[in-house]
């Protein structure tokens, strides 16, 4: 039982059996994200004339529309979110966009090096169909945990190896085909579009079995109806509570602007300056974007037991704000090996892997340190009526962060890789100062809401 709500029994590896259907339902829906964000850019630089015709965009404005489709994709959650705690409930939100966003993935499969104006409908489509499903389905797996519950960190980190193995697999299945003359850009988008129809398949199907009540009614309703049937006015509490979303959003963006040069910049770098020569075979560019959510996957359980074992001093073990400075000085670490691969490009013509790869190991931990632990931070502050809507305020960092990453992007062209990937090693350990200074503060403005139970603590591993 979740604060009120009926959950079935039953339990894997000391978690609710709900976690791992919400689990598969995101890694799905995250295939279908990152396999098409692994081609986007790539498949709008290829020469329309090419043996794998593209559209044929220059680096710039292939950037450009990856900033702008990215950001809006966390934009719109904000929306999805306010639908979801008014009118429609999280699971039935989850379901429509599920559907929605492969929608999308079809329509970029038929129109890519075809027709330009149904490509951007269908990106437009993606746009809209997430909006309904990402904030909503991250709101769920919080509410399958009490309040005070030890485990929703580590929770948290098992549904993001959902997300991460399902962006692990997008790359080596949508670039394998996507990049390949012999079956085209768009058998990669269509991929991605078939992992989108089975992610809503599995939630249609299996979600009153193992969710129960999770989801199904609307947030705003579920808080009125405990509040007596009034619309109760924030308490002091929980306005200080928004006021920790609200300063970190600051520190998180610059985060996820940071770590967006992933699909953009570092993609591009892949591409042309590095040399992926493994003996006869050639490593394709977009397989590098399975690093991240490998090193996800195999160090999420680490870190979820990391931070469950850290709560065992009843106070919460280590706050959020300093998560999150570590999470900001381990990807400003990430940069300076990237420092270190256009130093080798300069000097033998194209850079070893072996810097690529060390970045993503590095930007992953620091991901760990912020994603998943900012999350269930949301699940924790966030008032029940505003449940959705501030998990979409979350990712709204996202939206402004992705706009600022395409124009990093784009700005390396003129200032060179190395100035921004310096720049932004630096920049992120200046910010982590900063954070580090508040952090008290914040940890005040929370009143305990990380506070666990004793009881909790020792009964529960993840």
Same mark, same amino acid.
């Given at each position: ?8 029994? %039953?339990?894997?590896?000391? @978690? $609710? ?37 593209? !559209? %044929? ?17 966390? =934009?719109?959650?904000?929306?999805? +979110? ?11 939100? &989850? &379901? ?59 929770? !948290?980190?098992?549904?993001?190896? %959902?997300?991460?193995?399902?962006? =692990? ?50 947030? *705003? @309703? ?5 509040? +007596? ?6 308490? /002091? ?19 996820? *602007? ?41 160090? #999420?359980?680490?870190?979820?037991? =990391? ?11 280590? $706050?959020? $704000?300093?998560?999150? &400075? ?10 300076? !090996? ?18 690529? /790869?060390?970045?993503?190991? !590095? ?18 502050? *966030? ?8 998990? +979409?305020?979350? =990712? ?22 190395? /100035?921004?990937?310096?720049?932004? #090693? ?20 929370? @009143?305990?809401?990380?506070? /666990? ?10």
């Amino acid at each position: 039982m979740s604060d009120g709500l009926n959950i079935p029994n %039953g339990e894997i590896l000391g @978690h $609710p059996k709900g976690l791992y259907l919400l689990f598969a339902t995101e890694m799905w829906e995250r295939f279908s994200y990152y396999g098409m964000r692994a081609l986007l850019v790539l498949s709008m630089v290829a020469a329309a004339n090419s043996a794998n015709p593209g !559209f %044929g965009w220059d680096n710039s404005a292939a950037l450009t529309l990856y900033a702008w489709y990215t950001g809006f994709s966390y =934009f719109t959650p904000l929306v999805g +979110g306010w639908l979801a705690d008014n009118f429609l409930g999280q699971r039935k939100a &989850v &379901v429509i966009g599920g559907i929605i966003m492969a929608i999308g993935q079809f329509i970029l499969s038929m129109s890519v090096a075809k027709d330009l104006n149904l490509f951007y409908a269908g990106l437009v489509v993606l746009i809209c169909g997430n909006g309904l499903f990402k904030a909503n389905i991250s709101t769920m797996v919080g509410d399958l945990y009490p309040k005070g519950d030890a485990r929703r960190d580590g929770a !948290f980190s098992i549904f993001y190896m %959902g997300v991460n193995l399902g962006a =692990f697999l997008a790359p080596l299945v949508c670039s394998t085909l996507g990049e390949n003359p012999n079956y085209g850009w768009r058998y990669g988008y269509m991929a991605a579009g078939c992992g989108m129809t089975l992610s809503a398949i599995i939630q249609i199907i299996f979600s009153r079995r193992f969710l129960g009540d999770v989801g199904v009614q609307p947030s *705003a @309703h579920r808080a009125k109806a405990e509040s +007596g049937g009034v619309n109760a006015p924030l308490t /002091t509490e929980e306005r200080d509570r928004l006021k920790v979303i609200f300063m970190l959003f600051v520190f998180v963006m610059l985060f996820w *602007a940071s770590f967006e040069q992933a699909g953009g910049l570092m993609n591009l770098y892949a591409s042309e300056k590095t040399n992926r020569m493994l003996g006869s075979f050639e490593v394709p560019a977009g397989w590098f974007q399975s690093m991240n959510p490998l090193f996800i996957v195999l160090l #999420a359980p680490l870190f979820g037991m =990391f931070w469950v074992r850290l709560s065992k001093n009843g106070k919460g073990g280590m $706050p959020t $704000p300093i998560k999150m &400075v570590l999470g900001l000085l381990l990807t400003g670490a990430g940069f300076l !090996f990237m420092v270190a691969a256009v130093f080798d490009q300069q000097a033998h013509g194209k850079a070893s892997m072996i810097w690529l /790869t060390l970045a993503y190991l !590095f930007h992953t931990m620091g991901e760990l340190c912020i994603s998943p632990v900012g999350l269930s931070m949301v699940t924790k502050l *966030a008032p029940m009526r505003l449940a959705s809507v501030m998990m +979409g305020v979350w =990712f709204l960092i996202n939206f402004f962060a992705n706009l600022l990453a395409g124009y990093i992007g784009v700005f390396a062209e003129k200032a060179g890789e190395l /100035t921004v990937f310096a720049g932004l #090693a630096i920049v992120l350990g200046l910010f982590a100062l900063v954070l580090w200074i508040l952090a008290g503060k914040l940890v005040y403005w929370m @009143h305990g809401a990380e506070n /666990t139970s004793p009881q909790e603590e020792v009964s529960h591993e993840p």
